[in-house]
């Protein structure tokens, strides 16, 4: 419950010089708060709501700013709270003088994300549309923004109502056979079972699209190996589009990782050049360029993906496997590089290598195969799945869902071999709580400020 006359002000756009800053207010009595700094042709708690007026910021009788001000109406604002927004001109001092002078009058300074907090406990919004407004802020990529824009609008809480509207029908009737069970016979349970199968279904694909919007909010991270002197770092670039990396033809340029991000197809993918495996057992290795690798090896165990590169205008070396079996703990996608110098590699020399997901030839001063490189690694990602059919989502929504999916199964199979009315019914009570979760019905006060206290201030 928002406590009544509690006001919060922040300000809504970032510090530092901009065309205006706006400063946000919300609560019962926001307007008249305003009214207290706010100079104009009349009070701006009688100008008509939604509808900007030109005024100043009284500090007494000195002006701190010309501004534009706005209200709204309870239930027609963003929280769902009577609320003002306020243009400043843009730049620190302004903003922050309204800031203070606000607080001065009775606001108090909001918490991080509490404005989308208080639009949630006020019923304007669902947790699952609460947290895509997360999404929204932090989008990297034009299909992420569209994945959390999707959710934004109440498609994933229209899924998710959906399933939570069949679970509780099929829950009564299940549950009212409880009592009864000799009454329930073999086609009735097949007629319970398919339907549970129906909404396990729904689920799945719900579970999947949602998966898709947390690869993108996440990105991939892919480790770059290979031996020395392969290309990984003309590669890098190339993927790049930049000279990041240094590159010479004195092989073991790179001793260190170095992190680059890109965004293909709509999801953001970090690439990470890795310093050149060399042959563990060869003597007296150089101790700098050791540390390199075993840095290399810590990346790549680190990443979601490997791409492993190979001069393939040159026989395998003893490096090659080195660096092969390093890339192993990930899976990988073999770049095919120095095309350009022709090819000598066949596909039994890359057998003895391993099994990867792709097998891409490359040339990195040209730029062939670098596209189809990208491609490759988006299919790693994400398969056959559209960027833009994705449902925003975090690790703890994907989680619930799949608890949902699971039950759902569990009870789908307790059904099928009559192992008792009694049991699906508690698996999908065990489901609907889960999807309510994600709705944030019965919403503990913990899960709440976990979730608000990664937004920004003023959000």
């Known amino acids: 419950m928002i406590p009544p006359g509690d006001i919060i002000a922040a300000a809504a756009t970032a510090w530092g010089e901009a065309a205006i800053a706006v400063v946000r207010l919300t609560g019962g009595g926001s307007a008249a708060l305003a009214d207290s700094l706010f100079r104009g042709a009349r009070p701006l708690s009688r100008e008509p709501a939604r509808r900007m007026a030109l005024g100043y910021i009284m500090d007494g009788d000195a002006a701190v700013d010309q501004v534009l001000a706005v209200r709204f109406e309870r239930g027609a604002s963003y929280t769902g709270e009577e609320s003002v927004e306020i243009q400043c001109h843009g730049g620190v001092y302004a903003a922050r003088r309204c800031l203070e002078l606000l607080k001065s009058r009775g606001a108090r300074l909001a918490l991080p994300g509490e404005f ?200 395998l070396e003893r490096e090659d496997f080195e660096a092969a079996r390093a890339a192993a703990a990930r899976p990988t996608v073999l770049a095919m590089n ?66 949902a999916r699971n039950c759902a199964e569990e009870a789908a199979r307790a059904l099928e071999e009559y192992r008792g009315a009694d049991i699906a019914g508690s698996l999908l009570s065990e489901a609907a709580e889960h999807i309510a979760s994600l709705l944030g019905e019965d919403a503990s006060e913990e899960l709440l400020d976990a979730i608000f206290g990664s937004f920004c201030i003023g959000k």
């Not at 997901?357 to 299919?379: H, I, Q």
């Open 338 to 403: 120095k095309r350009d110098l022709g090819i000598v590699l066949s596909d039994a020399d890359t057998k003895e290598l391993g099994n990867f997901m792709a097998a891409v030839e490359t040339s990195a001063p040209s730029g062939y195969g670098v596209n189809e490189l990208k491609d490759a690694l988006f299919e790693a990602a994400l398969g056959s799945a559209s960027p833009y059919d994705g449902m925003m989502a975090t690790e703890r929504m994907v989680s619930a869902l799949g608890s």
């Open 116 to 315: 989308t907090k208080r639009a949630f406990l006020s019923g304007r919004i669902d947790l699952a549309q609460a947290e895509a407004v997360l999404g929204v802020v932090r989008a990297r990529g034009d299909a992420e923004l569209v994945s959390s824009g999707r959710s934004l609008q109440g498609e994933l809480s229209l899924g998710l109502k959906k399933i939570s509207s069949s679970l509780t029908a099929l829950r009564a009737e299940i549950e009212a056979r409880i009592d009864f069970p000799d009454d329930v016979g073999d086609e009735e349970y097949s007629s319970y079972a398919g339907r549970v199968s129906e909404i396990s279904e729904k689920t799945a694909s719900l579970l999947s699209r949602c998966r898709v919007g947390l690869t993108l909010a996440n990105g991939v991270r892919v480790a770059i190996a290979g031996r020395p002197n392969a290309g990984k770092s003309s590669l890098l670039n190339a993927m790049l589009e930049s000279d990041r990396a240094i590159v010479t033809d004195i092989p073991g340029t790179t001793r260190d990782t170095l992190d680059a991000a890109m965004i293909h197809r709509g999801m953001s993918i970090t690439l990470v050049d890795t310093a050149g495996m060399r042959d563990a057992g060869r003597a007296r290795p150089d101790p700098i360029e050791s540390m390199g690798v075993e840095r290399s090896r810590a990346a790549i165990r680190g990443a979601d993906f490997c791409v492993l590169v190979l001069d393939a205008s040159a026989p």
